[in-house]
């Protein structure tokens, strides 16, 4: 390895760099008198002249065991040094054995010095502060590597127990292919983007292809983005018609499935990118039957062919019927499901299974049927807890115990259990109640005499165009025909009797916060402007021509408790991936055209944890479309007060009589008892489908605890904060305390920008940030810091990537040391082979020991930890660092010989335990599956050889890692002295 020379005599051809200018490279003497020398630095064309007392000059000499290379290009490992007038020439073998010799002068000008080591003594000395946050990110990614819950962590969503079961269960399988099926309002969204995001941190995937209905890519966006950091790229003809290869630098691409059956192009350039993760929303659009398939369904069966990992959402499965609900499963899995009639017989014998799991959970004891339906089911070790819980002399904790682990065997083994996740609204606690209160006002003459001049296709095509919505439905937006007139009365919020109704029930809910929702921008920004003008009232406004920065600002106004706006106004795009919890009242200024579309804006704040009954104020125009399109909605369908699962479908069904309705030209006396019964009927039909052992296999409480627990705990995490403020103060931004748990960070001038890739951020104004998971919910202009946000990766990254942190000199405050003495602290990695699993980190850590040498060799590390001495340091002038390396170089030399040799003794049982921990992690699991795959098919073969791949390539990788030097601090004691 490199050391330096304390001699300063500086003979021409002796090797020198400088330690004010390290990218120079290595230099050669020129000429040198007793008040200069001059250098020529050949790499980069430069010459120098310093003064020969105060010259930052080091002396390149490097040691038995060094590799050089030669400035013609090849390489010697160096087993001897000669001097010969005062210049080095380095002895020693090539790789064929060849004897070689280099002279000092030959040596390549481009020699970096990248290891600790060679820093070191060649004076390359980094700031403490550096130092420290490369040792803590090493401590943090080894931490992080082992963590369980890798992955759950960073997402800015509320602890709810089914949901975080089912990220936990899918995330950490290899290619994962499944069915989300809950209720509306459960949160599947959230439970694919948790998925996404668990698979991504832990490298279990690297890019995705997001597929969704046009009307929801926007809120695919928005949520990835918010709520798990997750910067996505919207796909659209514009980039397909710009590039050749639009996708290919797309890690997570988002793009209308619609858009990819019309576009052939685009389907081929998607479809001939590698990606490991599909995601379709709205699965149940993929129509499919024995006799014909969609061509949405056509398109994405194919994807899913090539595709690894596949993840279907859907609230009804059912409600394509049962053939439909078999291609779902079979796109997931075509080998588990060949057959519709071989999945219709498998699943009529679930149904005594579900049975039998209701009786065990009441206690109650099997009857026959039951215990013979079982046998076929059980393996021996679930036969034996079937005759513990039956035996008589059993006692009531051997049953209790013996019970729950059959239960738990018997969901496991449940066919669809696997690939099919479905919770029920009905099941999960913590949902508000809602009150409807429709409101019916007169109809502006200007408003009727307009409506009535459209009753010729022509000009409702003319509709169409001004609003952007199908006639008739552009009838429900009488203020927007409008607008696009002559306005011969003047602005519309002038007249229209909604507004008057709008500013006395804000009068009358002063003190309470009111989220208005209405179908179109326009309105939005016209009505805030009208209640303004009319009543000084002012209203944060939220629509899709702001960027994303106004609309977080717009929501936190909103948000604030003390001086925030007590008024929110949204168009469409409000209904969309925000949660407005804290509100409890919500005016629909309109009614948007389809009942998903007005279940999702009701769903902004009927969710889990909303603390009170939602309050829904509907004023509405009599005589009018909107009267009969609010009597389709609230008395055929029922949706404002409960949801209605069957509200699509029973859309999809009546919608020549809906249009009919709206044109006038059906009673709606006739058409609401039809709509009545037929969302009865088809509730009946959709709760005897339900699967209840599907139910219990989509969420099991034990579980979903613990995760509860240890995710709530991350929010008092000090060694995050520590990690931050460290990072925060290596990178120079500026971080300022608003509170005990939330930061102001602003990048100034000086400040290292790139550890913002990625991150979401506001480099001019800065942004605010808090460690509370439920402050970040509430309040989405604050960053959620976590270890998985996109800064925290950012810089544990940089902290590591570069060679920057791996050297530092430091003064030891300690009075008990006498003044000089010396410790050496190095921290080792494990180095892989350059060929590797992805996932070998989590069984392998990239930080695993750190030695304290004293003097003597004596390592002082398990008595002297890291947090204890970095207290006592402080920092040393450069200069005077580099004095002390130079003049203590042998003893230094000696010493990283001795921790090289101490670290490869240590070897041996830290390959051990790395050994022990992959198999305690990957065993039992294989294990698991193999006993699965007996008695259920939908355990796939590639799963569990995926797994065995993956152990035997982790032994592999284990037997061929070392250790490396990662990072070099001297301490140097003051003694009684202050050091400075």
């Not at 051809?13 to 040198?32: F, K, M, Y």
């Not at 790139?754 to 960053?783: Q, W």
């Not at 060929?835 to 930080?847: A, F, T």
Request: one cysteine or more.
């Amino acid at each position: 390895m490199p050391a330096t020379s304390t001699a300063l005599s500086y003979i021409p051809g002796q090797r020198w760099i400088s330690d004010a200018e390290i990218d120079l490279g290595l230099g050669t003497v020129l000429q040198s008198d007793r008040r200069s020398i001059t250098l020529l630095f050949p790499s980069q064309g430069e010459t120098r002249v310093y003064s020969t007392s105060t010259a930052p000059l080091t002396r390149v000499i490097f040691s038995e065991g060094d590799t050089l290379t030669h400035q013609d290009g090849w390489t010697m490992k160096v087993e001897d040094t000669q001097e010969v007038d005062g210049l080095l020439i380095y002895l020693g073998q090539s790789e064929d054995g060849e004897f070689l010799e280099i002279p000092e002068t030959q040596l390549d000008p481009e020699i970096r010095f990248q290891g600790p080591r060679e820093r070191l003594l060649t004076g390359q000395i980094d700031r403490n502060n550096e130092y420290t946050l490369r040792a803590l990110s090493r401590q943090a990614q080894t931490q992080l590597a082992q963590d369980p819950l890798l992955g759950l962590r960073g997402p800015r969503v509320g602890l709810v127990p089914h949901q975080l079961y089912i990220a936990h269960e899918v995330g950490q399988r290899l290619a994962p292919r499944v069915l989300l099926a809950d209720e509306v309002g459960l949160g599947k969204t959230i439970e694919a983007g948790m998925i996404l995001h668990q698979q991504l941190i832990t490298g279990r995937a690297q890019r995705a292809l997001i597929l969704v209905p046009s009307s929801l890519c926007h809120q695919w966006l928005v949520e990835l983005l918010r709520r798990f950091g997750l910067p996505v790229t919207l796909m659209d003809k514009s980039r397909t018609e710009a590039s050749d290869t639009p996708f290919a630098d797309a890690q997570l691409a988002l793009c209308s499935l619609d858009w990819l059956v019309e576009d052939d192009l685009a389907f081929t350039q998607a479809q001939e990118e590698n990606w490991d993760l599909l995601i379709i929303d709205e699965a149940h659009h993929l129509s499919w039957s024995p006799t014909e398939a969609s061509p949405e369904y056509l398109r994405v069966k194919e994807l899913s062919q090539q595709i690894p990992g596949l993840l279907l959402l859907t609230a009804t499965p059912e409600q394509s019927g049962e053939s439909g609900f078999f291609a779902q499963l079979q796109l997931l899995d075509p080998a588990r499901y060949p057959s519709l009639e071989a999945f219709q017989a498998e699943e009529g014998g679930y149904r005594i299974c579900a049975e039998a799991i209701s009786r065990l959970e009441q206690q109650l004891p099997l009857e026959d049927q039951e215990r013979e339906a079982l046998q076929s089911r059980l393996s021996h070790d679930s036969q034996a807890l079937l005759e513990l819980l039956e035996h008589p002399e059993s006692d009531d904790e051997q049953r209790d115990e013996a019970r729950q682990q059959l239960i738990n065997q018997l969901l496991d083994r449940y066919g669809t259990g696997r690939v099919l996740f479905r919770n029920r609204r009905a099941s999960v606690p913590g949902f508000p109640g809602r009150e409807a209160h429709p409101v019916g006002l007169d109809c502006p003459s200007a408003y009727l005499e307009l409506l009535e001049q459209y009753t010729q296709p022509h000009r409702q095509m003319m509709a169409e165009a001004m609003t952007g919505t199908a006639w008739p439905f552009a009838a429900l937006y009488p203020e927007r025909l409008y607008a696009a007139g002559s306005q011969d009365e003047g602005d519309w919020w002038q007249f229209d009797p909604r507004v008057d109704w709008l500013l006395e029930k804000l009068e009358e809910l002063q003190d309470e916060k009111v989220l208005l929702i209405c179908a179109k921008a326009e309105t939005a920004l016209e009505l805030s402007e009208g209640l303004r003008r009319r009543a000084g009232v002012l209203a944060a406004v939220f629509h899709e021509g702001m960027d994303l920065f106004d609309r977080d600002r717009a929501a936190a106004w909103f948000a604030e408790e003390e001086d925030g706006a007590p008024l929110l106004i949204c168009s469409e795009i409000g209904s969309e991936g925000r949660n407005f919890q804290f509100a409890h009242h919500l005016v629909l200024f309109d009614l948007p055209a389809h009942p998903d579309l007005l279940e999702q804006r009701i769903g902004r704040l009927d969710r889990i944890g909303q603390t009170q009954t939602i309050q829904l104020h509907l004023p509405y125009l009599e005589t009018t479309a909107q009267e009969d399109w609010l009597t389709f909605c609230h008395e055929g369908l029922d949706q404002l007060t409960t949801p209605r699962p069957v509200g699509a479908s029973l859309w999809t069904e009546f919608q020549e009589e809906i249009i009919q309705l709206l044109k006038g030209e059906l009673a709606v006396d006739s058409l609401i008892p039809r709509i009545q019964d037929a969302r009865d009927a088809a509730e009946i039909e959709l709760e005897a489908g339900r699967h209840r052992l599907l139910e219990l296999a989509s969420h099991r409480p034990e579980v979903s605890d613990q995760l509860v627990e240890q995710l709530a705990e991350a929010d008092h995490d000090k060694l995050l904060r520590e990690f931050l403020e460290v990072a925060l103060d290596v990178y120079r931004i500026q971080n300022e305390d608003l509170d005990a748990h939330t930061w102001y960070l602003k990048p100034g001038k000086e400040s290292d920008t790139a550890i913002f890739t990625d991150v979401h951020f506001d480099m001019e104004e800065g942004n605010s940030a808090t460690f509370l998971r439920d402050k970040a919910m509430a309040r989405d202009d604050l960053h959620f810091l976590t270890w998985e946000h996109p800064l925290t990766r950012n810089c544990l990254e940089a902290a590591t990537s570069t060679v920057k942190g791996n050297t530092t000199v430091a003064l030891l405050k300690n009075p008990a040391l006498p003044a000089g003495t010396l410790l050496v602290e190095i921290f080792f990695c494990l180095q892989l082979p350059s060929q590797h699993p992805k996932q070998v980190e989590r069984y392998l850590p990239p930080q695993s020991l750190r030695l304290l040498l004293d003097a003597q060799g004596n390592n002082l590390a398990p008595k002297v930890g890291f947090k204890g001495l970095s207290k006592q340091l402080v920092k040393m002038k450069k200069g005077l660092a580099r004095d002390i390396v130079k003049l203590r170089q042998d003893q230094l030399r000696n010493l990283l010989d001795q921790a090289e040799s101490q670290a490869s003794e240590q070897l041996p049982s830290m390959l051990e335990k790395a050994q022990q921990l992959m198999r305690s992690q990957l065993d039992p699991e294989i294990s698991r599956l193999e006993a699965l795959a007996e008695h259920n098919p939908a355990v796939r073969d590639t799963e569990i050889n995926s797994l065995k791949e993956l152990r035997q390539q982790l032994d592999a990788s284990l037997n061929d890692a070392s250790l490396k030097m990662d990072a070099v601090r001297v301490v140097v004691a003051a003694g009684k002295d202050d050091g400075s």
